[in-house]
């Protein structure tokens, strides 16, 4: 790595899940020290994740973040400290209505993701035991019709992977425009599929395009660091790319960088020592 493309990095965003955290949603203790350490030299530290917002914040203060909030993997951009939004993505009220039509028929479970809390019914009940939005609040509602508007996402699921695929082929051209679908079989859960509905144009990627327009900052000023599929879009950017040792082949064939650890041994540590260390010589 040549020591003045880390000396150049002014921002450092990094996914959580997988990646900043151990599978316990765990920071370590070296990480958050060196982080700490970065953030004194004028780097800004944000983080880019499926998350909600509000299922960031803790980790977001026990970091004393400076930088930007990425949730819901670039649907919604806030800066952490004002709360202030830069950019919000929310589906129209005519998608989300089909969206809850069709899962009906299939006898497809769905839930409403909003900035605060993912909202879900009786019907539903049991994507919260299921979904992996890691500290995300879920509240039971009578009716999904007082939540269509304000809405960010929406996430389908089930446990027979033909009924998610319809679903998908259902809310399809030309019902879909202006929309984007992503089909994913569960990390955790090997029986279980999920189908996420956004606006379309809403990614990790496009969220940091915007980002560094908003905040004046080129790309190449910028690293990257992730894990999983949904850190695809990040990677396709001309920033440095970081991937942890438990990466995905796609991320690690692409990446500047690749940490000997894993998220479990704290592996993005080492990449914030490299920078920590370019920025003191």
């Not at 993997?73 to 089909?98: N, P």
């Not at 660091?225 to 040792?245: C, P, Q, R, S």
């Not at 690690?252 to 479990?264: G, I, P, R």
Request: glycine share 4%; hydrophobic share 40%.
């Amino acid at each position: 790595m040549e020591e003045n493309k880390l000396k150049n990095i002014k921002l450092i965003v990094t996914d959580i899940d997988g990646t900043l955290v151990d599978d316990n949603g765990k920071l370590g203790s070296e990480s958050k020290k060196l982080l700490m350490e970065i953030m004194k030299q004028d780097v800004s530290i944000s983080l880019a994740t499926g998350r909600l917002h509000s299922a960031t914040t803790e980790l977001a203060k026990e970091l004393s973040l400076n930088g930007y909030i990425i949730s819901l993997d670039g649907a919604v951009i806030k800066e952490f400290k004002s709360g202030k939004t830069i950019f919000e993505s929310f589906l129209k009220t005519r998608h989300v209505k089909k969206a809850i039509s069709i899962s009906d028929d299939l006898l497809v479970n769905i839930v409403l993701c909003h900035a605060s809390s993912i909202y879900y019914t009786e019907y539903n009940s049991v994507i919260p035991s299921l979904l992996s939005k890691y500290g995300a609040l879920y509240k039971q509602v009578n009716s999904y019709e007082e939540y269509l508007s304000g809405t960010l996402e929406i996430v389908c699921s089930s446990d027979v992977k033909y009924s998610i695929k319809q679903m998908e082929r259902s809310f399809n051209f030309p019902i879909s425009i202006g929309c984007s679908t992503s089909y994913f079989r569960s990390k955790k859960n090997e029986n279980i599929f999920y189908l996420e509905i956004r606006k379309a144009g809403s990614s990790k990627g496009k969220a940091l395009e915007k980002l560094l327009k908003h905040i004046s900052l080129k790309a190449e000023q910028t690293a990257v660091i992730g894990d999983w599929y949904n850190d695809i879009t990040l990677f396709e950017t001309k920033a440095l790319k970081v991937a942890v040792a438990n990466a995905i082949p796609e991320l690690l064939n692409k990446a500047d960088v690749v940490t000997e650890k894993t998220n479990n041994e704290d592996g993005v540590a080492e990449f914030f020592e490299m920078v920590l260390k370019s920025k003191r010589n």
